[in-house]
């Protein structure tokens, strides 16, 4: 079922442009995750996620990528980790699909 937000609900997500600048691997993770460290820009720096991509995407592969995550929600430990950011994909059953966008753009732009 859809539900329905207001635009000022909207207005309260911070979603921005990173790049990816480390991938690890998270063996402690519940389910088959990369951790990430995320470049977005000299106002927020340097975030940190965990991100359950393992089927799409190989670590060599993911640094440099620029993808786009919200970043003021509050930390989120997932096992042994500190989540400070959620990396934002397409799911289809367990497979993620990263967004990104289509142009390279300066790290720490808006989403809107």
Do not use: H
């Not at 927020?44 to 393992?54: H, Y």
């Amino acid at each position: 079922m859809e539900t329905t937000i207001s635009w000022e609900d909207f207005s309260k997500i911070d979603m921005r442009t990173g790049t990816v600048t480390a991938v690890y691997d998270f063996p402690e993770a519940r389910n088959p995750s990369f951790k990430l460290d995320i470049d977005f820009g000299p106002e927020i720096g340097v975030k940190k996620t965990s991100a359950q991509i393992t089927e799409k995407y190989d670590k060599e592969d993911i640094v440099g990528l620029q993808v786009i995550a919200v970043v003021n929600f509050p930390k989120k430990q997932i096992a042994n980790f500190m989540s400070e950011c959620l990396i934002l994909g397409a799911v289809e059953n367990s497979s993620v699909v990263l967004l990104q966008p289509q142009m390279t753009v300066p790290n720490g732009l808006k989403i809107s």
